[in-house]
T-cell receptor, first 109, second 113 residues
Framework: KNEVEQSPQNLTAQEGEFITINCSYS?????LHWLQQHPGGGIVSLFM???GKKKHGRLIATINIQEKHSSLHITASHPRDSAVYIC???????????FGKGTKLSVKP | DGGITQSPKYLFRKEGQNVTLSCEQN?????MYWYRQDPGQGLRLIYY???????QKGDIAEGYSVSREKKESFPLTVTSAQKNPTAFYLC????????????FGQGTRLTVV
């Protein structure tokens, strides 16, 4: 069983829709990261959180440490949001990241 | 602007040849990491380094080697011993360990023919 599970694997939405991507993990962690990977392959860090909720523009990330679950929300989605969203947790022996397989989001105009 | 530079973006090599992937950062980060990404799989850790002249094996280190002679540089060599080297390779760095933001390069897509 993977230590970090994301759902859904693939998601297609219409422009303007509210989107939720989920991440569940099975290890004890100190922090969780949400990352965005565009088709070219480069990865950008969106959020790092260890409790509660963070917001940046149209993106919102929440985490529930007791339930070992995090969600990434995108409000008023736009085609430029199309990317792979990756959840990663700090569970390694020296703060190494353990990655989920990613959620591929496609937003249609 | 600070960041991580990986080069080249695309690399082709013949089977049996060693190849070195470059990763340079000007963020003054102590920790650097190499990951491999295969279709349908999460990023997997190859090697990491927390400090100059020291590095540790990750989950899939077999067939790879690294060096960390300078803080800014963490090159990865894919040796001929790596059974399935064709993949997308990502370099990352962090200021420290726990609870610090990770920065990623643009990746190198290696194809071995």
């Amino acid at each position: 069983k993977n230590e970090v599970e994301q759902s859904p694997q693939n998601l297609t939405a219409q422009e303007g829709e509210f989107i939720t991507i989920n991440c569940s993990y099975s290890v004890g962690i100190s922090a969780l990261h949400w990352l965005q990977q565009h088709p070219g392959g480069g990865i950008v860090s969106l959020f790092m959180l260890s409790s509660g909720k963070k917001k940046h523009g149209r993106l919102i990330a929440t985490i529930n440490i007791q339930e070992k679950h995090s969600s990434l929300h995108i409000t008023a989605s736009h085609p430029r949001d199309s990317a792979v969203y990756i959840c990663a947790v700090e569970g390694g022996s020296q703060g190494n990241l353990i990655f989920g397989k990613g959620t591929k989001l496609s937003v249609k105009p | 602007d600070g960041g991580i530079t990986q080069s080249p973006k695309y690399l082709f090599r013949k089977e049996g040849q060693n190849v070195t992937l470059s990763c340079e950062q000007n963020l003054n980060h102590d920790a650097m990491y190499w990951y491999r990404q295969d279709p349908g799989q999460g990023l997997r850790l190859i090697y990491y380094s927390q400090i100059v002249n020291d590095f540790q094996k990750g989950d899939i280190a077999e067939g790879y080697s690294v060096s960390r002679e300078k803080k800014e540089s963490f090159p990865l060599t894919v040796t001929s011993a790596q059974k399935n080297p064709t993949a997308f390779y990502l370099c990352a760095s962090r200021r420290g360990g726990w609870g610090t933001e990770a920065f990623f390069g643009q990746g190198t897509r290696l194809t071995v023919v």
